[in-house]
């Protein structure tokens, strides 16, 4: 039985009880609101921001339901009807991030299907083994400008700017470019003058499309240009907007989260002779628990329909609770190393594509950093870690850590142009048709290969400042007492 006076079931008509997904209180502690909503069922009445209403799904089944059920919940957002009747205003804050773009990923059917291919085909193209190189070097040179002083924000100084340097890396985007495409998309996320955010990342993506159109080189920004489905400038703005908002602020979040726990949970301190990789675990612990983007997946009910014991009205969104679904006590399961079931990736038709590179780039960005730096420990309390306010990510706003300073000994100048990506054969099913220039623009014929990139101490990207960085050196840092178990934990990376 419902709970009493409950709005979810009164047609989607009440709003005494619509929880906010908003403000420090939800920040500091989600899991204990989505507790509280799981007394409506699977679905609840939530408050996205100020006057933007939708529903929550909070249920491991029903959420996979909504995400694998396209006939039934429509990702296109023109179907947002509060917005299209002007219920909620086009500058609220959450509107960068919900309404309608020409992507893959607000679209369903066969417009989803042509938009998606060019995305997948040009991710599948990138070489791992170049794009963990991209990774190490970025790490390396980030680690060197910290590693000497003892302390660090680890959000700030390292996972906020990795994913920058290696989106620069594979999407062939000059430095300059690629700051402010980040500052418009941190502006999205966060709600801080979406509008203009908005604006800025739109504008700057025309940018980058006009200098590939004229320069195309081994990057996936050119490799998209020349894909067969010819896609319009308008469709790449919007294609290059959802990867670089998947690639870089949940990116980030994914890392410092891991490193949050880490640094903070014994369990993940790693008995290795037992052979358990605890990054890995990490990782997996991360996605269950607290997966980078806690609420998103926004689907629109095709028509009026019961779902759960509540009446979803057509038009109204449905926001899958990635964290909430991973966190159903139906699973009631707490062996998740290695269990890659959870939600964190979104389901069915709109699966993340760059799943596996995403995985990838947190790994080794988070075994440098044990790697070389194996005494670090949080400077605060875990418990005083501060969360971004927000209704989607899952982000602190900072990490400070400390650690005995590492010197660095020898240094090389930092080379001033940034490598192509490496590329491996397209995919069997891409059939451009012969001699056909805008996809061969960019063949994997002329991409370098991985011995042909920088030494893993070279920085990957002209916007890191000349300056020194490391080679060769005395490892880890100097313990202090008892050592913290990355010791051994960096000697065993070393030998893998």
Known sequence: MPPPGCPAHTGGTGHAAREPLYGP?????????????RQYGPTAPVELAPGVHATLVTSYQAALEVLRSPEKFAKDARRWKALADGRVAPDNPVVP?????????????????????????????????????????????LIDRFAPNGEADLLGDYAKVLPLQVFQQLFGCPPALGERLVKGMSGIFDGIDAERANA??????????????????????????????????????????????????????????????LLSDDRFAGDLSGGSLPVEDALDEVLWLDPPMANYAIHYP?????????????????????????????????????????????????????????????AVAVEKLLDRIPDI??????????????PFARALAALPVRFPPVPLTVTTPLPTQAPAPEAVPARDHIDPTP??????????????????LPSPRQAPSSSIPQGATSTPREPGSAPRGRRRPWSSLAAWWRGR
């Open 25 to 37: 209180e939800f920040a500091a502690d989600p899991h204990a609101v989505y507790a509280r909503l």
């Open 97 to 141: 991030m919900m309404h309608y773009r020409p992507n893959c990923l607000f679209n369903d059917g066969e417009t989803h299907a042509r938009l998606r291919q060019p995305v997948t085909d040009s991710l599948d193209r990138v070489d791992p083994s170049a794009l963990r190189g991209y990774v190490e070097r970025s790490a390396d040179t």
């Open 200 to 261: 800025l990342l739109t504008e700057t993506c025309v940018e980058l499309i006009s200098l590939k159109r004229r320069q195309p080189g081994a990057d996936i920004t050119s490799w998209m240009l020349a894909h067969p489905v010819r896609l319009t400038d308008e469709e790449m703005i919007h294609q290059l907007i959802v990867l670089m908002g998947a690639g870089t602020e949940p990116q980030q979040n994914l890392i410092t989260n891991a490193l949050r726990l």
């Open 302 to 362: 095709v028509h009026d329909l019961d779902f759960g014991g509540v009446r979803l009205l057509e038009g109204e969104p449905v926001v899958i609770s990635l964290a909430a679904a991973n966190n159903d006590p139906a699973l009631a399961s707490d062996h998740r190393a290695g269990n890659r079931a959870h939600l964190a990736w979104s389901a069915g038709p709109h699966t993340c594509p760059g799943k596996d590179a995403a995985r990838l780039i947190a």
């Open 377 to 390: 420990e949080l400077a605060v309390p875990a418990d005083q870690l501060v969360w971004r306010p927000g």
């Open 435 to 452: 001699g056909d220039s805008r996809w061969n623009a960019s063949p994997a014929s002329q991409a370098p290969s991985v011995s042909q």
